[in-house]
């Protein structure tokens, strides 16, 4: 059974699993839904995008320790985003990157999941028009969901988030569930926090 995760709270992934080399983590949302008079314009689909910051000694090294929906496979090889959802909308997982973490160098201690919305200010779209937000991490050899954050708290004004990080300690695997929120508008600006 999954671990629940609190804001805050951090969790063993390889203790009680043995042999774990890939996780895939699942991170989702759903767009509030808007009440509309007859005559209202639509709302633009708010479209989030999932990243992942590969982290040497607490610090993004090189622009290329980015994984996400403009440079979907990191070059080790070991970190794959399984491309862009545009809007959030069906069941289940609305983005994956796959991280096979017996493939990662050892450079890389930490991986950071953000997510942001894409042209947030441009669209005025922020964190409070998104419910049902997580991030979970499955283990990739069986599809068993290990740990898993729901985001309950509300975010207004807040354009991206600091979702959680998979981290390597004393030769664990570890999960680390942040829930923080930013006004940052692209992954360039929210990459920049860990520069």
Known sequence: MAVSLKKGQKVSLS?????LKKVIV???WDAVKQKRGLFAKK?????????????????????????????LKHMSGAV?????????????DDEQIVVDISALPAQYEKI???????QARERGQTFDQIQNAFIRIVDGSNNTELARYDLSDNYPGMTAMVFGELYRKDGEWKFGAIG???TDNSITELAAKYE
Request: hydrophobic share 35%; net charge negative; with cysteine.
């Open 112 to 118: 950071v999941f953000v997510v942001n919305i894409y």
């Open 80 to 92: 794959q985003h399984m491309g862009d959802n545009l809007t959030g909308d069906g069941e289940g």
């Open 180 to 182: 923080q929120g930013t």
């Open 15 to 19: 203790k009680d699993n043995a042999g």
């Open 26 to 28: 699942g991170l989702g």
């Open 43 to 71: 709302q633009a689909d708010i479209d989030c995008d999932a990243s992942a910051l590969l982290l040497t000694n607490g610090k993004l090294a090189h622009k290329n320790d980015i994984v996400f929906f403009g440079g």
